[in-house]
């Protein structure tokens, strides 16, 4: 069974920035694509990014793109994302989602509780 907690959310200032973490459990990390969503109130869940299993590949939704990076620590079993330049519709509640293979195209099948992350105006 794939374990997911996330961590480091919380409320900042629009502008500012804030990095959230997943630690992963249960299977060989280092195997499969991660990747991050979010839900925003009365919306459904959306893609925010992915990296592939080796970390080189990654991609983005246009809204964050130039303001947000996920990386990956195979050796710790964590995929983190870093945002900067946060805005007021970036708040959400941010959960991090483990692939079913190498690549995000794999799909995913395991979900972490996820982080509440708000943006002030």
């Known amino acids: 069974q794939v374990q997911l907690v996330e961590s480091g959310g919380g409320l900042v200032q629009a502008g500012g920035s804030l990095r959230l973490s997943c630690a992963a459990s249960?299977?060989?990390?280092?195997?499969?694509?991660m990747g991050w969503f979010r839900q925003a109130p009365g919306k459904e869940r959306e893609f925010v990014a992915s990296i592939n299993r080796s970390g080189y590949l990654t991609a983005y939704a246009d809204p964050v793109k130039g303001r947000f990076t996920i990386t990956r620590d195979n050796a710790k079993n964590t995929v983190s994302l870093q945002m900067n330049s946060l805005k007021p519709e970036d708040t959400a509640v941010y959960s991090c989602a483990a692939g079913l293979g190498s690549y995000p195209s794999d799909g995913y099948g395991y979900w972490g509780q996820g982080t509440q992350v708000t943006v002030s105006s």
């Open positions: 249960g299977r060989t990390f280092s195997n499969y694509a």
